[in-house]
């Protein structure tokens, strides 16, 4: 099994392991961005945000789980200041296949800059080039537009619709979007 690497850089971007010192900046994005965060994603579940602990022990567990390759949790900073303006990685490994599941989330005030089709373009380039990708992966719940207009940007084929398959965090049932990648090749600039 490769080590993953500790960071990837693109044009803006740094994507790169979270260190507990990273806590208090990443609670400040996950704060400011509840209202979104917690419609879509299952962690952010509620009406508050996670606590400056609970960033902390994200931090810890990223550390964690990237040593043990189970998955790789990255933020997205910016490599002109270091911001950090979201996070995304690998959500989801298989290392027999080996297939790649990317997820992804953006500091609401940063939204509609492209960082998050950046961030799943690096990602996916690595998973290919460097970590022998057949199969990358992008799930999202079919309401999220903002989430599958990334997919459909960098070229992923829209491959399924998985229906009822979780309860959004209002209870609802959800639909989930399934798009996948096989080569590098297909893998689109998003602009
Ligand atoms: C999903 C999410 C990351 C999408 O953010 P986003 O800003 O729309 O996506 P991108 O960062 O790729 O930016 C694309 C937008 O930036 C614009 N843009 C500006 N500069 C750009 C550039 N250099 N490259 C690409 N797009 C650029 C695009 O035109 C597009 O604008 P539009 O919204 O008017 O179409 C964000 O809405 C989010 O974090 N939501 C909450 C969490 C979530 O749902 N995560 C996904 C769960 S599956």
Same mark, same amino acid.
């Given at each position: 099994m490769p080590k993953l690497a500790e960071r990837l850089t693109s044009d803006r971007l740094i994507l790169r392991l979270p260190t507990t010192d990273d806590a208090p900046e990443l609670h400040d994005a996950v704060a400011a961005s509840h209202p979104e965060l917690s419609r879509w994603m299952e962690w952010a579940a509620g009406d508050e945000p996670q606590s400056l602990e609970e960033t902390r022990s994200f931090c810890k567990e990223a550390h964690r789980k990237w040593q043990e390759c189970i998955e790789y949790p990255v933020l997205i900073t910016l490599?002109?200041?270091?911001? &950090?303006v979201g996070a995304s990685g *690998? @959500?989801? &490994?298989?290392?027999? @296949?080996?297939m790649f599941e990317i997820g992804y989330w953006v500091r609401t005030d940063c939204v509609g800059r492209g960082y998050g089709s950046e961030a799943a373009r690096r990602l996916a380039c690595y998973a290919f080039e460097?970590?022998?990708?057949v199969r990358v992966e992008l799930r999202m719940d079919t309401l999220n537009t903002r989430s599958w207009s990334i997919a459909e940007r960098l070229g *992923?084929?829209?491959?399924?619709t998985l229906k009822k398959i979780a309860r959004v965090n209002n209870g609802e049932l959800r639909d989930t979007r399934v798009y996948a990648m *096989?080569? &590098?090749?297909d893998l689109k600039a998003p602009r």
């Open positions: 490599s002109t200041t270091g911001e &950090i *690998f @959500v989801a &490994i298989d290392w027999d @296949v080996p460097e970590l022998d990708a *992923f084929e829209w491959e399924a *096989f080569s &590098i090749a």
